[in-house]
């Protein structure tokens, strides 16, 4: 109880004689990290104008803002009158960063694969992706990872340096996504016949596209009891980047396609299944 007294006593003293300091000190820190902000907002908006990537221009500003908090928390320490701390912290900052890099061997490797991508620029936001089998929108690239929303409607946070390093798939880099979907048809069929029909049905959707990327039908399979088609066709991911959209669209699709051939009279089997009866 003694001890705590005297420890209360030399810190009531120390704020006594030093109090002027503290409240400078602290205000440069607070003034500091707002000051950090700012400056990162109006660099960013000067970024803005070279970079054509929002997801780059947000990146660029996260850093920005951490050096400046760094720098202003460093001069906090000196006007505290902590010289020594601070010039050990700047003094040791190369073996300091040697073993945070290798205790924290992944995040480094993040931040950097973040950088890249940044300035690379493989994606821009709201592109649909896939990156080791996640499909998603990308929504905010971060120091350590991207932001990407599923399409059914999961947030899935993906390591930078696992987009960097694996194979990565951008559905709306060209603005022009492929659907596709089988229909089987009877072997009595006039298979060229509804060729035809289903590419005019695919013609009057509004949606797909039909000047650069022409809609197709292909015979897929001769299975057991069908012969089964498969139809390819694009939309235009400009007009919108919500997944809803785009699968209305297929859903029209195959709903006009089903009902052209049946009105014309076309047959979708089921698999016929053969039962033998054999006497014992």
């Known amino acids: 109880m003694e001890k705590l007294n005297e420890k209360?006593?030399?810190?009531?003293?120390?704020?006594?004689?030093n109090w002027s300091v503290l409240v400078v000190a602290f205000s440069v820190l607070i003034i500091g990290i707002l000051l950090a902000?700012?400056?990162?907002k109006v660099l960013t908006k000067r970024i803005k104008t070279k970079v054509t990537s929002s997801l780059s221009e947000l990146f660029i500003a996260q850093i920005i803002r951490i050096i400046l908090k760094v720098i202003t928390f460093l001069f906090f320490l000196s006007l505290l009158g902590f010289n020594d701390i601070t010039t050990k912290i700047l003094a040791g900052a190369g073996i300091l960063?040697?073993?945070?890099?290798?205790?924290?061997?992944?995040?480094?490797?993040?931040f950097l694969a973040?950088?890249?991508?940044?300035?690379?620029?493989?994606?821009?936001?709201?592109?649909l992706i896939e990156?080791?089998?996640?499909v998603g929108y990308v929504k905010e690239l971060r120091i350590r990872e991207t932001l990407v929303k599923t399409t059914d409607g999961k947030d899935v946070f993906i390591p930078n340096s696992q987009i960097l390093k694996n194979p990565l798939i951008n559905y709306?880099?060209?603005?022009f996504l492929r659907y596709d979907f089988k229909l089987g048809l009877d072997y009595s069929s006039d298979v060229k016949k509804a060729i035809l029909l289903i590419l005019d049905t695919l013609q009057q959707i509004e949606g797909v596209?039909?000047?650069?990327?022409?809609?197709?039908?292909?015979?897929?399979?001769?299975?057991?009891?069908?012969?089964n088609l498969k139809i390819f066709f694009w939309i235009d991911t400009t007009k919108s980047s919500s997944k809803t959209y785009h699968m209305n669209i297929k859903n029209v699709v195959m709903q006009q396609v089903l009902f052209r051939l049946t009105e014309e009279g076309f047959e979708m089997p089921s698999d016929i299944v053969e039962i033998k009866q054999y006497k014992s």
């Open 131 to 134: 990156s080791e089998g996640i």
């Open 97 to 110: 960063t040697f073993v945070i890099g290798f205790a924290f061997k992944d995040i480094g490797e993040n």
């Open 37 to 40: 902000n700012l400056i990162s």
């Open 8 to 17: 209360l006593t030399e810190a009531y003293t120390y704020f006594q004689e």
């Open 172 to 175: 709306t880099l060209d603005g």
């Open 114 to 127: 973040g950088i890249i991508l940044a300035f690379k620029s493989p994606f821009l936001e709201n592109d």
């Open 209 to 227: 596209v039909k000047v650069d990327k022409i809609p197709t039908v292909v015979i897929d399979e001769l299975a057991a009891s069908t012969i």
